[in-house]
């Protein structure tokens, strides 16, 4: 099954509304990192995380590697926001870093 | 300051063709990785880089795809001989070496 599992695949917002994205993994993640890829392609980092939480403007993100999940909000969704957001966690016994499969976000006027 | 630069940013090649994908990392960053990004199998890794070193060379891709570090500021990824299968967007991301990643822009790669 997937290593890293994101939720929901699609949603679509309104301007101006909140949204919650999560990251499920059945790893041993020791740290994650939420990208947003633009329609250019490129995949920006949003936030790199340890356990706990941080904050960038209407940005939120939290990761619980207890209870083996992170979670990113966003607050008064914008236009710019639409994209593809994606988590990878850092596998604690490989090493590696897993991908998501992503969460498409759609914001409507 | 510069971010990671990939060339080109897009690529036809016929079946059989070579292709060479160009990236430049963010300056003094120290871990190079290549990605392939398909949209049904997502992000794969294809190779590692620490300090020039191949240090992850990518299993499944090892055949037909070679990565290189000419020096600290600039990598391959050579193709030989391509296929259709390997459509895709090609991804170069860098490190200062704590995990977190900076992505270039991607190169879109079709084979006819």
């Known amino acids: ?31 994650v990192q939420w990208f947003l890829q633009n329609p250019r392609g490129s ?7 340890v356990p706990g939480t941080k904050e960038n403007g209407r940005l939120k993100s939290a990761f619980d590697s207890k209870e083996s999940y992170s979670t990113l909000h966003i607050r008064d969704a914008q236009l710019e926001d639409s994209g593809t957001y994606f988590c990878a966690a850092e596998d604690y016994n490989q090493g590696k870093l897993i991908f998501g499969q992503g969460t498409k976000l759609s914001i409507k006027p | 300051d510069a971010g990671v630069t990939q060339t080109p940013r897009h690529e036809v090649a016929e079946k059989g063709q070579t292709i060479i994908l160009k990236c430049e990392p963010v300056s003094g960053h120290n871990d190079l990785f290549w990605y392939r990004q398909t949209k049904i199998q997502g992000l794969e890794l294809l190779s590692y880089f620490r300090s020039k070193s191949l240090m992850e ?32 967007v090609y991804l170069c991301a860098s490190s200062l070496g704590d995990g977190q ?4 822009e991607g190169s879109k790669l079709t084979v006819l």
């Open chain 1, 1 to 31: 099954g997937d290593k890293v599992k994101q939720s929901p695949s699609a949603l679509s917002l309104q301007e101006g509304t909140n949204s919650a994205l999560r990251c499920n993994f059945s790893i041993a993640a020791t740290t």
């Open chain 1, 43 to 49: 995949l920006i980092n949003l936030f790199y995380l």
């Open chain 2, 57 to 88: 060379d990518g299993g499944a891709f090892k055949d037909r795809f070679k990565a290189e570090m000419l020096n600290s500021s600039f990598s391959t990824l050579k193709i030989q001989p391509t296929e259709p299968k390997d459509s895709a």
């Open chain 2, 101 to 104: 990643l900076y992505f270039g």
